[in-house]
T-cell receptor, first 114, second 116 residues
């Protein structure tokens, strides 16, 4: 069965520092991968997605993610974090059954120190 | 172009009452997904519907929960005889088509159910 693991429950970084959020997936074929962000009390907003092609994907708000098949990973990065980036981040993989639903990881909460 | 609209945003029910959560997908979207987010947890898939059809309900609890997406009107998630463990945020997402090449789901802001 497909699954997504986000090993870090919380991460705290200083404003201006770089950020990397980890995501590992379990799936045999080429996965469809997504990163979503959720601000407190809000819905989810898509940051970026990977289907095929270039393994380095650019998203909104200065985020990028790199697909590494050998490591079954799709880590999210940002070179310089802003205080407004504090939120919950979810990695997801697209199910390969007929529903094409998304299977989410448990999320990583990002705290930003001033 | 309005996004996915969910209402109510907040709902309080006593144990044993019924909860009805509504979701209007984005204009032109005919695929609706419901997810549940328990406190401090990720989103868990519940059900996938197209107009007048339940396609995948593998994530729905076997009892008390039901969902529909009628030909006209919003999709409705119904929880009968609520218990405290039903307290959660329920998110609806929609998609214009069932295509793995896009796969993106557009989420509403959620309905937060509190069971007293």
């Amino acid at each position: 069965a497909q699954s997504v693991t986000q090993p870090d429950i919380h991460i705290t970084v200083s404003e201006g520092a770089s950020l990397e959020l980890r995501c590992n997936y379990s799936y045999g074929a080429t996965p469809y991968l997504f990163w979503y962000v959720q601000s407190p009390g809000q819905g989810l907003q898509l940051l970026l997605k990977y289907f095929s092609g270039d393994t380095l994907v650019q998203g909104i708000k200065g985020f990028e993610a790199e697909f590494k098949r050998s490591q079954s990973s799709f880590n999210l990065r940002k070179p310089s974090v802003h205080w407004s980036d504090a939120a919950e981040y979810f990695c997801a993989v697209g199910a390969m059954d007929s529903s094409y639903k998304l299977i989410f990881g448990s999320g990583t909460r990002l705290l930003v120190r001033p | 172009n309005a996004g996915v609209m969910q209402n109510p945003r907040h709902l309080v029910r006593r144990r044993g009452q019924e909860a009805r959560l509504r979701c209007s997908p984005m204009k032109g979207h005919s695929h609706v997904y419901w997810y549940r987010q328990l406190p401090e947890e990720g989103l868990k898939f519940m059900v996938y519907l197209q107009k007048e059809n339940i396609i995948d309900e593998s994530g729905m609890p076997k009892e008390r929960f039901s969902a529909e997406f009628p030909k006209e009107g919003p999709s409705i998630l119904r929880i009968q005889q609520v218990v405290r463990g039903d307290s959660a945020a329920y998110f609806c997402a929609s998609s214009p088509y069932n295509d793995r090449r896009t796969g993106e789901l557009f989420f509403g802001e959620g309905s937060r159910l509190t069971v007293l």
